[in-house]
């Protein structure tokens, strides 16, 4: 089992910034892939970027350039800094833990964005 702990959100103006985290522990494995996704309210669950062990990243079209995925392997921490924040940015962010196929999900972190 991996437990997974997201922190950082909040309520920002558009145009602002903020920096999400999400914490591993547990049964935690080297080469894992971790993701951020996002789920707006009324709206399916997206992914929004994901960051593999060796640091490959890929991001959803629509944050490209306001975005970034990083991770601290020896911390066992994952970050999102979101820049340029949009109103239609305002969902639960949720990470997620990934090898082989083993998913695990974090609680989320809300942010909104106000326009």
């Known amino acids: 089992q991996v437990h997974l702990v997201e922190s950082g959100g909040g309520l920002v103006q558009a145009g602002g910034s903020l920096r999400l985290s999400c914490a591993a522990s547990?049964?935690?494995?080297?080469?894992?892939?971790l993701v951020w996704y996002r789920q707006a309210p009324g709206k399916q669950r997206e992914f929004v970027a994901q960051i593999t062990y060796g640091g490959n990243t890929s991001y959803v079209d629509s944050v490209k350039g306001r975005f970034t995925i990083s991770r601290d392997n020896a911390k066992n921490t994952l970050h999102l800094q979101m820049n340029s924040l949009k109103p239609e940015d305002t969902a639960v962010y949720y990470c997620?833990?990934?090898?082989?196929?083993?998913?695990?999900w974090g609680q989320g972190t809300q942010v909104v964005v106000s326009s």
């Open positions: 547990g049964s935690v494995v080297i080469g894992n892939t």
């Open positions: 997620q833990y990934r090898l082989w196929d083993s998913r695990f």
